[in-house]
């Protein structure tokens, strides 16, 4: 929708296109100095990582376009934020209180659940760009 109302001020998309080419030779560059490899390569990493967003994203909006996902995520994040925010707000900002650590099977709860929101995705960028190689 942005770019169909962009694309009624002439000349405004080839800017557009222009600026995008150079972020991607930018990012292109960095990645040779990183890896010092060939452009060819750099180029792979930097599409493959390119498209690593892209499935993050579209992860995100099938749950987001799912009130039940979206229900289950609050679900299990609400408890973990509330804790977090209690114990950096409350204790340590404060100085109000002090609270226990959580242990036990609540703990190794919070770790997975953690782990199935943030680290799920990360774990499937990271086999995504091994298989790539």
């Known amino acids: 929708m942005l770019m169909a109302l962009i694309g009624l001020i002439p000349?405004?998309?080839?800017?557009?296109?222009?600026?995008?080419?150079?972020?991607?030779?930018?990012?292109?560059?960095?990645?040779?100095?990183?890896?010092?490899?060939?452009?060819?390569?750099a180029i792979a990493k930097v599409n493959a990582l390119r498209d690593m967003d892209h499935d993050g994203v579209s992860r995100l909006q099938i749950i987001a376009s799912s009130k039940a996902l979206v229900f289950l995520l609050l679900c299990f994040a609400l408890p973990i934020a509330a804790y977090d925010a209690k114990v950096i707000i409350w204790d340590v900002m404060l100085g109000w209180g002090s609270t226990d650590a959580i242990k036990g099977v609540v703990a190794e709860h919070m770790n997975t659940v953690m782990i199935g929101i943030f680290g799920a995705a990360g774990a499937m960028g990271a086999a995504s760009l091994w298989g790539r190689k």
């Open 11 to 41: 000349g405004a998309l080839t800017v557009i296109e222009g600026i995008i080419g150079l972020q991607k030779d930018a990012q292109v560059k960095i990645t040779m100095a990183k890896l010092g490899c060939d452009r060819d390569t």
